[in-house]
């Protein structure tokens, strides 16, 4: 594994247990100055890789690329397709079920790929079976309308 990725595993295994005001107010600083230093090809890497994450660790990293400002990145990666790949990987359903509030990024994805908005359509299934979810009817309905929207813009 690259030693960015091992870098960017112990720092979300270190402050795993500490609250989101800990991540949003400095600890996603300390993955993203490690993100900042990614090649193109660390980038593609990090997507692999990503299959060997902990649930904890798609958790927090979910959340940390979804405010990765993308400016900083120059556009050699999609922020959006990876935080969706998160999301698909994600077996935790409590974490799952809150992070379907951003799906209305997944228009932002530059290039989707099919069979990850089949996946995240998957996903949407498990959640709206999921008898703890905090999502209503309408938000199942229209993330599901939303997928097919992009499908349909992409693929059709």
Same mark, same amino acid.
């Given at each position: 594994m690259n030693k960015k990725i091992s870098e960017i595993k112990k720092i979300i295994k270190e402050f795993r247990n500490i609250d989101g005001d800990f991540w949003n107010y400095g600890?996603?600083?300390?993955? $993203?100055?490690?993100? +900042?230093?990614?090649?193109?090809?660390?980038?593609?890497?990090?997507?692999?890789? /990503?299959?060997?994450?902990? +649930? $904890?660790?798609?958790?927090?990293?979910a959340r940390a690329i979804l405010s990765y400002e993308?400016?900083?990145?120059?556009?050699k990666v999609d922020i959006y397709e990876i935080f969706f790949m998160e999301?698909? /990987?994600?077996?935790? /359903? +409590?974490?799952?079920?809150? /992070?379907?509030? +951003?799906?209305? $990024?997944?228009?932002n994805i530059r290039k989707p790929k099919l069979d990850l908005l089949?996946?995240?359509?998957?996903?949407?299934?498990?959640?709206r079976s999921y008898e703890k979810s905090i999502n209503d009817e309408k938000m199942f309905l229209f993330a599901e309308n939303l997928i097919d929207d992009v499908i349909k813009k992409n693929y059709r």
């Open positions: 600890g996603n600083e300390l993955i $993203y100055e490690i993100l +900042d230093s990614f090649n193109n090809i660390e980038w593609e890497k990090l997507k692999v890789e /990503l299959n060997n994450f902990e +649930d $904890y660790e798609h958790s927090i990293f993308n400016d900083r990145i120059l556009n999301f698909v /990987l994600l077996n935790h /359903l +409590d974490d799952s079920d809150c /992070l379907l509030q +951003d799906i209305m $990024y997944l228009e089949q996946n995240v359509k998957e996903k949407i299934k498990i959640l």
